[in-house]
């Protein structure tokens, strides 16, 4: 943690866009996970990173598209399956609070990097 990084959020919705991004780096990675949270200014940046195969660079454009998988669709059904909303939804609550989320995969590491506002104007 480097700088200020305190700040006014929806709190829940938040830690749902940080689950996301753990869950995501353990079920789809392997090896080492880092995250970091960055202040600079007014802004908060949060890195998750994972070691693993790389994402397909064909797959990053849509990535946070709504039921959008790398590769293909898994197999398996039930509630824990891979329902591929779990990006689309990181990116909406990114955007709720005037933030942007990227993805960047390449030499066996992929990286998940937030942006936004410490305090979102319209956050009460
Ligand atoms: N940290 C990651 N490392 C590698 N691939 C990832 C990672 N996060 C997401 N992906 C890829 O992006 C797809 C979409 O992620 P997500 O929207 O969370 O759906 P899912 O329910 O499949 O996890 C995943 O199916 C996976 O192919
Ligand atoms: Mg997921």
Redesign the pocket.
Known sequence: MTGETAGKWDRARIGQLLI?LLV??V???AGNISVDALGHGGQLTLVVS?E??P?PAAALPT?FDPL????RPPRQSGPSS???????ISRCIAHAHNGTIQAR?KDGR?T?TVQIPRFPSHVL
């Open positions: 996301n995501n780096a079920q789809h990675g994972n693993g195969n994402i990535l959008t998988w790398a590769s891979s329902m591929g909303l779990g990006l689309y995969s992929t998940f």
